[in-house]
């Protein structure tokens, strides 16, 4: 893993890639911070963070959609794939280096707080550094769901389009929910579908149809008992999943002062599953 991550992160500034995604971030967090710290007069730093929360997402892409779509374009995965090291160990080789990158950036932006400090400005740092952790949280996730879109393309500009779509769809999930019908019978039809793709992509996996059919019944099975049992389950069920799975809202947490360790598990066990499906996606082609 060792090897992998020095290489990738090496590859990084051995070409304009990396300059071009610190530059772009900084000037990001430079614009907001002349705007709010500097015009403004306002030393809460946090709403810095806050602003260049939806702008970071045209970043990202920047930096992820080279991970695996340039290996398989070079068709160098090949050596990789056939060489002794473990996939999971290739997975997290690329994905620490592009986090390290992602992580230098953030740290150069916290000398913007330290100039207000010294500037005579107010700045409150438990809140700050609130929302430089979830920030970083918040980046972990973004920069997982960009390197499995990466690993399932060799074109790069494919997957850069891709990562912004998925990141504005992620970021717009709490509005489209409140759009949706609040109806019962309604929720009712979207756990269904949910569970026959949930259906479908075991049977892709495992490409056996009884097991596939007796978890689609049973899933399908225990969501219509729900609905004539406990229908109250439903009430607002979509507004309420979208409000939890919501990376958006939970980062809100922290850059408002509200640092909630279950919002930290999530995080982390977002970004850990992400990454996972990415060595399944890898792994699956290694043996195809």
């Known amino acids: 893993m060792r090897a992998v991550y020095l290489k990738e992160l090496r590859s990084y500034f051995t070409t304009p890639l990396g300059y071009v995604f610190m530059a772009f971030m900084l000037v990001l967090f430079g614009i907001y ?4 710290g500097l015009i403004y007069q306002n030393s809460d730093y946090s709403y810095v963070l806050d602003a260049v929360t939806l702008l970071i997402l045209f970043a990202l892409p920047l930096l992820t959609m080279r991970m695996f779509s340039e290996e398989m374009k070079n068709k160098t995965d090949q050596l990789l794939f056939t060489s002794p090291i473990k996939i999971w160990k290739i997975v997290m080789g690329k994905y620490l280096a592009a986090l390290t990158l992602f992580t230098l950036a953030l740290v150069i932006t916290m000398l913007q707080p330290i100039v207000l400090s010294a500037l005579g400005g107010s700045v409150p ?14 980046g972990c996730c973004f920069t997982a769901i960009g390197m499995l879109i990466s690993s399932m393309t060799e074109n790069q500009l494919v997957a850069a389009i891709a990562s912004i779509g998925v990141f504005m769809l992620i970021f717009l999930l709490d509005g489209i929910a409140t759009m949706l019908p609040t109806s019962r019978a309604f929720a009712l039809g979207v756990v269904i579908l949910a569970a026959l793709i949930v259906a479908f992509l075991i049977y892709r996996a495992i490409r056996d149809i009884y097991v596939t059919g007796i978890v689609a019944v049973v899933c399908i099975g225990a969501a219509v008992l729900l ?5 109250s389950v439903y ?12 990376l958006v809202t939970r980062y809100s947490d922290f850059y408002t002062g509200v640092f909630d360790f279950s919002n930290v598990v999530f995080y982390a066990s977002f970004t850990v599953f992400v990454v996972f499906l990415t ?6 082609r290694r043996w195809s």
Do not use: H, R, T
Not at 132 to 137: A, E, N, R, S
């Open 125 to 138: 740092i438990q809140k700050v550094a609130g929302g430089y952790i979830g920030f970083f949280l918040y």
């Open 235 to 246: 009430d607002n069920l979509l507004v309420n999943v979208a409000d939890w799975c919501s």
């Open 279 to 284: 060595m399944q996606v890898i792994e699956k």
């Open 227 to 231: 609905f004539f049992f406990v229908p």
């Open 33 to 36: 911070f002349m705007l709010y």
